[in-house]
C-alpha cells in the first residue's frame, strides 16, 4: 500500500466513526434535554440500551457535558434535528472531509476481508493503526502534534459501520446504525483525549453514567 493510500484510508474511516458518534452529540444534547429528563432518574428497562456521552473541557471554564440517552429516543430524535450538515437523521459527508476516498468501496473492502491488521503508521507526526479483530473495526491514532499528545480509539462494530453506509452516496445513515446498535453488548466506541478534552462515547443498560 503506498504511502498516500496508509495515510488517506485512515483518515476516511475515522471521519467514518466521528460522523456517527461525536457530530450529532450537540444537536441531541440540546434538542432532546426534555424529553430525556424524566428518563434519566428512571431505572433501565431490562434490555433497553443507552447511549452516553461525556465530554470534559480542561480548558477556559473546565465544563463537563453528559448526553445519557435511550436508544430507542436518540432515533426517534434524530429525524427531527437539522443541524450544520445533520438532516433527517443522515449526515452529509464532503468529498474534502475524506480526501475523495470511496467510503462505501473501502468499507466493502474491509467488510468482506479476512480479520487482522490492514494499516500501521509510525511517524513523527501520527501513529495510526486500522484493524479488524472480533467483527470490529478498529482505529488507533496518535497525534504528536502540540505541546500534548492527543490519543483518538474507535471501536465499531461492522454491523454498524455497514448500516452507517446504507444511505445515498456521500451520506451516512445514523438512525440506522443506531437500530443496529440496539442489538449490540456493552462496549466503549469512542474515546479522544487531547489538551483541551477528554471524549468518551459508550453503550450499555444503565441510564445514568458512570
Known sequence: MSHVNRALIPKSLLSTGFALLLLPAGALAQTAAKASQPASSATSEKGERWLHVRVICTQGKRETVRVNMPLELAEKVLPAVNHDRLHNGKVRIDSSDVNDVDLRAVMDAI?????????????????????????????????KNGPKKSHVEVKMPMKVVEALLSAGKDELDLVAALHVLEAQGDTELVSVKDSENTVKVWLDSNSVAE
Not at 480479520?115 to 479488524?132: F, I, L, M, P, S
Not at 478498529?138 to 497525534?143: A, L, P
Request: glycine share 10%; charged share 35%; no cysteine.
Open 111 to 143: 467488510r468482506t476481508a479476512k480479520e487482522g491488521e490492514y494499516v500501521t503508521v509510525q511517524g513523527d507526526d501520527n501513529d495510526v493503526r486500522v484493524a479488524k479483530e472480533g467483527n470490529h473495526l478498529i482505529i488507533h491514532v496518535v497525534d
